[in-house]
Structure formats: structure tokens, C-alpha cells
């Protein structure tokens, strides 16, 4: 049986990364890992799994970097941390122009 992990792509890298709700301009956490398939956020904000959620990243130094797609939870769980969840996005429908624009961001921030 192939697990979910199993059938990751991407290249993974560990991104710190601002992540905020794009309609309600709300931040929803920040990105422990993201690749051009999707991102694990760490937020204090419960979600719904299958929710889809218009997404906003926000460059750390470059707001012209900034991008914004829809995201689907595809699983959630409480942290480590007291109040705080982690959250599994899977990115829907990114454009090859948006994919391409993670992958370079990834490799100007990745740690």
C-alpha cells in the first residue's frame, strides 16, 4: 500500500514562511515545509479537513515575491505546542507559472 508520504514528488525543504488567508487577509500560520505540491503549517487556528482555502505566501524580504493559490487541508492535527495544530495544505490547480515561482523561492530561502 502506497501512503501519502510515499507519493510525494516535490523536493521538500524546511521554508519559515508567513501564510495568510487571502480573502480575509487573516494570517493562518507559518510553513515548516513547503514544496511546489503543498506546505505543513504550524497555526494557532483550527481547520476543517477538505477545506479549501485561498492562500497567501509572504516572502520574508520581497513582497514582489509574494504568491497566492488555493490550498486543501488534507490533514490536521494538535502540536506539540499547547493551542498551537499542524496542518498538511496540498495546492490545487497551480499554474506551471506558480509551481515554477515556489521552486525558485524555495531555492532562495531554503535553510
Do not use: C
Not at 524546511?14 to 510553513?31: A, P, Q, W
Not at 477545506?51 to 488534507?74: D, M, Y
Not at 496542518?87 to 515561482?101: L, R
Amino acid at each position: 500500500m502506497t501512503s501519502i508520504i510515499d507519493k510525494r514528488k516535490a523536493k521538500r525543504s524546511i521554508i519559515r514562511i508567513k501564510v495568510f488567508d487571502s480573502i480575509s487577509d487573516k494570517l493562518i500560520g507559518n510553513t515548516i515545509d513547503l514544496n511546489s505540491d503543498g506546505m505543513l503549517l504550524v497555526g494557532s487556528n483550527e481547520v476543517t479537513l477538505g477545506q479549501e482555502i485561498s492562500v497567501r505566501l509572504e516572502h520574508t524580504f520581497n513582497a514582489s515575491k509574494n504568491i497566492t493559490l488555493k490550498a486543501k487541508v488534507v490533514w490536521h492535527m494538535a502540536s506539540v505546542k499547547a493551542g498551537m495544530y499542524n496542518t498538511g495544505f496540498y495546492f490545487i490547480d497551480a499554474t506551471p507559472e506558480q509551481t515554477s515561482f515556489i521552486d525558485a523561492l524555495i531555492d532562495e530561502l531554503a535553510m
